[in-house]
């Protein structure tokens, strides 16, 4: 019998948003929820129990960084990332095949495995569906990714097909290996283990894809090469039309996405979980959300500015300090700048999905959505400071 | 009446350590206190309020850096950089006196002040004895320096005979300016101005520039000219001679010392006070101080290392992670490395000062000092680890 993580709360009467828990080894996470990403086992910019206090209680790791630092030894030696990192929570993590497509070189793909080159010294590896299995147990991910074979956009029908068919091979060879982990190595699978559907950008294989991984034995979903490198458009239709074909009865999970936009857009298609390094990442840059849109910190119409970041922002950046003291961090290149600024971009993130679910259970997200991004929006997406 | 702020509590009879009370705006000192440098006003890689959890109330400013940036007009806003960095402990500021010496380009001393170009972005500024005053009264500074003419170690009698003669004028000149703010401004001197004794490293005028700042009307008295480059001998000897010659009734401080070995020989000159960006700068290069000398994480010794950095001590790298997460934040330029690395140091350097209190306290420091330096240095302080 399939393993049922996932409890829907309310289905949203005004569109396909919805509420909904998924029981995970480290706690129920409430959803939608946004995952910060802790790519070598730290949210960069942030101690992990900031993390926590701010609301989070699911956090992504990348497989593809921590098999080559710390690699899996010393995690063995920690029985995994958790005690390591000291994280009490929960820890998604991805299959490296992103990360193989993105970051390293020499990717040879065979209907095998991967093999590719570190981007940090050159060193040979291999990634097959199995062995990524293996390196999410020692992890110890609550939840892990089947490895994939990830595309870009522009390529045709015919490769995008391939790419399809190995990734449908994978998982039947990561279930199994997930399955016979007890008999292998005395010790059962400590996580849940998600499909990742692809099909690129061709609505036949999307399609395909969808209902072929929604019928394997995955207790959860993700939706698999998209936000990477497509137009809005493309997306949208995209998560929509992979959304309609997977099953409503799992945790639904799009990958890489973390902008207010995206992530409405995502929920509204009743996803329920997403991450993207976009909210940190920016935030070191001195970049922040508000209602407004983006605002600049270190822009000059902040400079005698006493108000905070974001009015009613419950984070220490907006309670304790002023636009003009962030200004001056990020004019002095202080660390202090980045992690306060990494701070709020996740309380941002954290009470704008707190936001949604409550829409989401009075049955209103369409139009919270609506009014939400028209504000967003109001100066292209830019804060603009009277 | 000369104000006094200083009491002492316990002079230890094995040496001329003492320990004592410093009555500051923002709350008492306990003394010998080492101040963490917040030079653009933060304590880079830390939060102010975990600079306080730490133990300490007392942190510095470069009234240099905070003219140029923020500026005085932002401060001004702000009614003091308290409310702008969100700090509510006490702040020494020293004169900018040091860093027009080290950081500014066509530096040009007359009688009348120093005329410098900002390290930022070659403006031309001047600073005279009254506008430093000025300037620290509006930053609120708790502990203000006089403006002081540093000189370089190597230059001749009469150079450095010439730099302590501006130095003593300057100081009558700032003594008279903190008397008359009021009547100028409408708002008495809101800190404590320190005097600063130079005399460069020529016996005769150590002593003549001890005893006349000495004589002079401040509450407190730093040693400047000390740590500039010369060797650890002439800075014991000077040190030494210094301290012998300036009044045991107010505060002593000694600017730009952070090791544990010159802390100490401070401690044991009857120094109450010292600051250096060496704890918090090596912090962030992932250098650290323990009983057994410094210790680099990011080396390979420490890869599976589940121990702390320091056994015993309490900050949060010690209690919540280990050598190998260490090292992995260090391997790969992770902030969080640097923030963890930063909290050890300022917390290691704080116990070390309670443990210095309690041996005087006990009239046992000379031994302590003997003892602890023993084992510091035992592998030419650098911690070796099995």
Same mark, same amino acid.
């Given at each position: 019998m399939e393993k049922r993580i996932f409890t829907l709360k309310h289905q949203d009467t005004s569109c396909k948003a919805r509420t909904g828990e998924i029981k995970l080894p480290h706690g129920v996470v409430q959803t939608p929820a946004f995952m910060p990403v802790g790519t070598n086992g730290t949210v960069k910019g942030i101690h992990h129990d900031d993390v926590a206090r701010i609301g989070y209680n699911l956090i992504l790791g990348n497989t593809y960084h921590l098999y080559l630092r710390p690699g899996i030894e010393v995690l063995k030696t920690f029985d995994g990332l958790h005690n390591f990192s000291h994280w009490n929570g929960n820890i998604l993590t991805d299959s490296g095949g992103f990360q193989v497509f993105s970051?390293?070189?020499?990717r040879r793909i065979h209907e095998e495995g991967v093999k590719f080159q570190s981007h940090i010294d050159g060193s040979r590896h291999i990634f097959t569906p199995e062995k990524v299995v293996d390196i999410q147990q020692v992890i110890g991910s609550d939840i892990a990714m089947m490895l994939d074979v990830c595309s870009a956009p522009g390529i045709s029908w015919k490769e995008t097909l391939k790419a399809m068919d190995i990734t449908h091979l994978w998982a039947e060879r990561a279930i199994v290996r997930r399955d016979s982990l007890l008999d292998l190595t005395?010790?059962?699978?400590r996580g849940n283990l998600f499909g990742i559907v692809q099909g690129g950008f061709y609505e036949d294989l999307r399609i395909k894809s969808a209902q072929t991984i929604s019928s394997m034995d995955f207790p959860g979903i993700a939706i698999g090469g998209? @936000?990477?490198? /497509? @137009?809005k458009e493309d997306f949208c239709r995209f998560l929509a039309l992979t959304a309609e074909n997977i099953t409503t009865t799992k945790p639904r999970y799009v990958m890489g996405i973390g902008t207010p936009d995206y992530i409405l857009e995502a929920i509204e298609n009743g996803i329920d979980l997403f991450d993207c390094v976009l909210a940190t990442r920016t935030a070191r840059n001195g970049s922040v959300f508000t209602d407004d849109g983006m605002l *600049?910190?270190?822009?000059?119409?902040? /400079?005698?500015?006493?108000?905070?970041?974001? /009015?009613?922002? *419950?984070?220490r950046a907006c309670t304790e300090y002023s636009l003009a003291y962030m200004r001056h961090m990020f004019k002095c290149n202080e660390m202090l700048g980045g992690m306060l600024a990494t701070e709020h971009n996740l309380t941002y993130l954290h009470n704008l999905i707190l936001r949604a679910r409550k829409a989401i259970e009075e049955n209103r997200f369409a139009s919270f959505k609506k009014e939400y991004l028209e504000r967003f929006y109001a100066n292209g997406g830019r804060c603009v400071r009277s």
């Open positions: 970051l390293s070189q020499l005395g010790r059962a699978f998209l @936000s990477v490198g /497509e @137009s *600049t910190l270190s822009r000059s119409f902040n /400079e005698f500015d006493h108000g905070p970041i974001q /009015e009613g922002c *419950t984070c």
